[in-house]
Every structure is written in structure tokens, then in C-alpha cells.
């Protein structure tokens, strides 16, 4: 059965730093497109960035620069880096599998980015 | 840059009856590239469709997509009080470039 645990979330000064991971079980990451999708508090979705089987990175225009999205595949966990985090990136963060849709979602971890 | 307008934007519907959800694509997009998500309230998004017309494995036969070009549609029948959630259409672009509409917010009486 494929499963999507998120961790990492909490409470964030603006331009601090966090790091999300996402653990997976049931299937090797490394053989699936992996992503991020956020969600701000009671609005819609918006994908974050993906990374490929190939290994390649893509991101959102508002986070590059920012984020980085990685994987350790020994260990199948999904991380995404946070750097230099501001008050728009509060939201529910989620891991999915996927291309061109997302099949499986975790159940997110909360991001707030507040002084 | 591709935009998803999804209407109405609430639906207000009885059980047992039937709803129409639409997306509007601002330029014509690949079928294969459109997909359609229910969010229950508390929970994670599901995918019900891929393909614009595919069910996702263990979704009921009363969900169900079509249309092409700019003008895509999610129909779900006989409409129960567990059908009540936000629902999403999602666009995969090159680039890469993910896009969801704001969502239809499906009410049940």
C-alpha cells in the first residue's frame, strides 16, 4: 500500500529556514515523480515542485531560488529546502506521486511563516 | 501561462440528485493533461479523474469526466451526503507547469 508521511512543519520566523520531509512506503521513490503542493490556510492548491526519475528539478516561480527539492533514495524520503521564507509561504505543504497528475497525496504538514 | 476558471463557484444540490462542474481552460489543452481532484473538509486531495475522462482506481462509476479543448466537465450522479467537498480540476503544461482552478465548493441540502 503507498503511503505518503509528511514532517518537518511548525512555526517560522520570516527568512528563516525549514526543511520538510516527506517518508514513502510502499513503493520506491526513486521510480516515481515526486512533488510538493501547498495550500494556503482556507484557499486553494498550488504546486510547489517536482522532481523527476531522471533526478531533475523544476519549481514554482515564486519559490525558485528559495526551495530545493530532494530525495534520498536509500532512505525514500522526499525533502524540499525552505530558505528566506515569507509570510506567503504559510500553508498545508503536501507530498505527491506523479505526472501529469498526482495519484497518491500525504495527509500535509502546516507551515506558518509569523513573527 | 494556462488558466483554469472553474464555475459555479458553490453548488447547492439534494441528495440523489445529479451536479455539473465545469473547467475552462484559457487556451486549448491536451486531454491526456487534465485531471480532477475532490478535497473533502479536514482531509488531503484525492484524485477521481485523469485524462479528462479516466476514473482513478476505487472511484465510484457515479464520477465522471469529459470534454476537450477548453471546455472540460466533472458529473457526479445520484449525489450523496459524502460527496460533499471542494472539488478541483488540475492542468499538467510544459515547462514543467502545474495549474489547479480555484474549485468548486459542492453543498449538499
Not at chain 1, 36 to 55: F, H, I, M, N
Request: net charge neutral.
Amino acid at each position: 500500500e503507498v503511503q505518503l508521511v509528511e514532517s518537518g512543519g511548525g512555526l517560522i520566523q520570516p527568512g528563516g529556514s525549514l526543511r520538510l520531509s516527506c517518508t514513502a512506503s510502499g513503493f520506491t521513490i526513486s521510480s516515481k515523480y515526486m512533488n510538493w503542493v501547498r495550500q494556503a490556510p482556507g484557499k486553494g492548491l498550488e504546486w510547489v515542485s517536482v522532481v523527476y526519475t531522471d533526478g531533475s528539478t523544476y519549481y514554482e516561480d515564486s519559490v525558485k531560488g528559495r526551495f530545493t527539492i530532494s530525495r534520498d533514495n536509500p532512505k525514500n524520503i522526499l525533502y524540499l529546502e525552505m530558505n528566506g521564507l515569507r509570510a506567503d509561504d504559510t500553508a498545508v505543504y503536501y507530498c505527491a506521486t506523479g505526472r501529469p497528475s498526482f495519484d497518491y497525496w500525504g495527509q500535509g504538514t502546516l507551515v506558518t511563516v509569523s513573527s | 501561462e494556462i488558466v483554469l476558471t472553474q464555475s459555479p463557484g458553490t453548488l447547492s444540490l439534494s441528495p440523489g440528485e445529479g451536479a455539473t462542474l465545469s473547467c475552462r481552460a484559457s487556451q486549448t489543452i491536451i486531454s491526456t493533461y487534465l485531471a480532477w481532484y475532490q478535497q473533502k473538509p479536514g482531509q488531503s486531495p484525492r484524485l477521481l479523474i485523469y485524462a479528462a475522462s479516466s476514473r482513478a482506481t476505487g472511484i465510484p462509476d457515479r464520477f465522471s469526466g469529459s470534454g476537450s479543448g477548453t471546455d472540460f466537465t466533472l458529473t457526479i450522479n445520484r449525489l450523496k451526503p459524502e460527496d460533499v467537498a471542494v472539488y478541483y480540476c488540475q492542468h499538467y503544461g510544459s515547462s514543467p507547469k502545474y495549474t489547479f482552478g480555484q474549485g468548486t465548493r459542492l453543498e449538499i441540502k
